[in-house]
């Protein structure tokens, strides 16, 4: 990765996640155009993103190997649409989730571009069907979904359009590895996408367990950070599954499906995320983190910290 690129690619929306994509994308050489519909946004994102860059070089963790002023001399900001999307053969929109400014975004963009531009969302929780429907050609189209922080989390959910060409998704793949990310493919769109419905599945029964007071709400946080997260950052449930039975998966399940079936059977419904229960979760977690933004910029900050040196360690 990181060769100089001539490449473009546009990023359009210049808030959290349309920095983020913008120094992925400087890390792996290519060129990279800002676009903000608010005015001095863009232009304030470059030097945000400057101020970024050189403390991730001083602390020596900038990702590809250009340096931070090579990165930077290939990152522009523009105010006008069509300036922004000259010359790039990819567009990634990140602008707020709202499903009406992404669909006008990306009619918009199609009148600007030319047939062969792979035209990305960084959705979160729209349907690709929906994000795209004012597209007129749809083959092009793809949901690439981020995690945030992308700079240190590099899983991307690739999310096709029920219309989106093969290659179209093979170009996706192709560009996030090439800029060190880490894809995966989704066969078809479906609502909360791979991740979100894993991480809905624990939140859920996390809480379940805290409702019915079988737990508190610094245990179960520990039950992950301390148990499960530990080899979730390296290895998968499937893989966990295959390597916790002495003879791998099938034995497994031989071992261990009946206990599953039973426990899973014990599950109770969504939970209501309201009232007493909802009240309880916010005293507890409150009391462990205070809900005042210097003490949860303190923790984003660990968090971010934290993750940094993960992604090191994974390398
Ligand atoms: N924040 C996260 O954790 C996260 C993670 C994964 C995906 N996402 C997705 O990324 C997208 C962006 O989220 P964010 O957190 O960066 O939001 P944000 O509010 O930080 O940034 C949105 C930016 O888009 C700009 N914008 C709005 N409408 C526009 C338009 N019509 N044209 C150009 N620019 C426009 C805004 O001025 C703002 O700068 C959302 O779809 C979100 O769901 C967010
Ligand atoms: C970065 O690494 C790639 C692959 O190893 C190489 O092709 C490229 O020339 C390097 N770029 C610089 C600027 O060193
Ligand atoms: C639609 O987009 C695809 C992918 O970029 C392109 O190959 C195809 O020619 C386009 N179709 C039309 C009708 O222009």
């Not at 519909?37 to 590809?64: H, T």
């Not at 690439?144 to 922080?149: A, G, K, Q, R």
């Not at 700079?151 to 690739?158: D, F, G, K």
């Not at 029964?205 to 997260?229: A, C, F, N, T």
Request: charged fraction near 25%; proline fraction near 5%; aromatic fraction near 6%.
């Amino acid at each position: 990765m990181s060769s100089l690129k001539e490449k473009i690619i546009t990023v359009v929306g210049s808030g959290l996640i349309g920095r983020s994509w913008a120094m992925v994308f400087l890390s792996g050489g290519y060129k990279v155009k800002l676009y903000d519909n608010k005015p001095g946004q863009a232009s304030g994102a470059i030097a945000e993103i400057r101020k970024q860059l050189e403390e991730l070089q001083q602390a020596k963790m900038l990702r590809g190997n250009l340096s931070a002023a090579e990165q930077l001399s290939r990152l522009s900001s523009h105010e006008d649409l069509q300036q922004a999307l000259d010359g790039a053969f990819f567009v990634q929109e990140s602008v707020f989730e709202d499903l009406e400014a992404k669909q006008s975004v990306f009619h918009a963009v199609e009148e600007l571009v030319s047939e062969s531009v792979i035209l990305s969302s960084s959705t979160s929780c729209l349907m690709p069907s929906n994000v795209f429907s004012q597209v007129q050609n749809r083959t092009r189209c793809i949901v690439s979904h981020p995690v945030n922080p992308p700079y240190y989390v590099r899983l991307v959910e690739l999310v096709p359009h029920p219309e989106t060409l093969p290659a179209v998704m093979e170009v996706a793949y192709s560009l996030m590895t090439d800029v060190g990310q880490a894809p995966v493919r989704l066969r078809k769109e479906i609502d909360g996408f791979a991740l979100n419905r894993v991480q809905y599945a624990i939140i859920a029964e996390s809480w379940r367990l805290v409702q019915d007071g079988v737990i508190s709400v610094k245990d179960i946080d520990l039950v992950m950070s301390e148990g499960l997260g530990m080899r979730y950052a390296f290895i998968g449930p499937i893989e966990t599954m295959h390597l916790n039975a002495p003879e791998g998966m099938k034995d497994y399940l031989q071992r261990y499906s009946e206990g599953m079936k039973r426990v899973l059977n014990t599950f109770g419904p969504v939970p209501d995320f309201s009232g007493e229960p909802a009240a309880r979760v916010i005293k507890e977690i409150c009391e462990l983190i205070p809900g005042k933004q210097e003490h949860l910029s303190a923790r984003r900050e660990r968090r971010d910290q934290l993750l940094m040196g993960l992604a090191k360690l994974k390398e």
